[in-house]
């Protein structure tokens, strides 16, 4: 679900938490961020299209959210950058060489935010994260100060995560409450850090209110109060 980052709510707020976390080490800042999870529907793309519009909050901080899973085509709507008679280009059509970096980098409706649609599912998704020209994107992002957020994958079934992690700063990875086992998470964190990933830290998805006394205790009391 769609958080608006201005909400005072416990949701809003740990998305700001997630990215003072991000962000407190200036020296050692990571621009280029993947977020993955063991598995399938634990929250990865909520997470990153939310911690996408709470980075591009922030004042001079530019922000590009790039779906880098083409194997889901059920695509978010902050990803509907086209118009009903052609898809937009994107991510695909750039790794492939038949698009140009300008081309595939679509405004959003948030101010500071850009979106790089999938593109499409190819017939072959790995190896297309070999491509020289993930390089040029990587690069671009450096010189022009850009927060890349690749919302990749879930890691255990597909090893695009694996592929693209050596290359980013650093990985997210996604977990939800009380589903995702101990194992299956041990296992990602392993496959992530032997392909050379640097895993930033564990997000936990789905988990209610409640469970959380101090958001309960501090949000619950204030509730109807300004």
């Known amino acids: 679900s769609l958080v608006h980052p201005h909400a005072q709510t416990p949701a809003a707020e740990s998305y700001r938490i997630i990215r003072t976390s991000l962000m407190s080490r200036p020296e050692s800042l990571p621009y280029r961020v993947l977020v993955t999870s063991p ?15 709470a980075m591009a909050q922030l004042e001079d901080t530019k922000v590009v959210l790039v779906d880098a899973d ?11 950058v086209g118009t009903k008679s ?5 991510l695909v059509q750039f790794l492939r060489g038949e698009a140009l970096l300008s081309e595939v980098v679509h405004k959003a409706f948030f101010p500071n935010l850009s979106v790089i ?7 072959n998704p790995t190896e297309l994260l070999y491509s020289g020209a993930l390089t ?11 927060h890349l957020i690749f919302d990749c994958p879930p890691v255990l079934p597909i090893a695009d ?5 050596p ?12 589903e995702t086992t101990r194992e299956a998470c041990r296992l990602a964190i392993q496959r992530m850090t032997f ?19 101090y958001f309960y205790n501090y949000y619950g009391s204030h509730q109807g109060q300004t």
């Open 39 to 53: 598995g399938e529907n634990e929250g990865k793309t909520t997470l990153s299209v939310n911690l996408a519009m």
């Open 70 to 80: 083409f194997r889901n085509q059920t695509n978010h709507p902050i990803y509907d």
């Open 86 to 90: 052609s898809s937009p280009l994107g």
């Open 117 to 123: 649609p999938s593109g499409g599912r190819p017939n």
């Open 136 to 146: 040029q994107l990587l690069n671009w992002s450096l010189e022009n100060r850009y």
């Open 161 to 165: 995560a694996a592929v693209l992690a």
């Open 167 to 178: 290359r980013v700063d650093g990985v997210l990875m996604v977990v939800s409450a009380g």
């Open 195 to 213: 392909s050379g990933g640097k895993v930033l830290g564990i997000v936990m998805q789905k988990a209610r209110m409640t469970d959380s006394p």
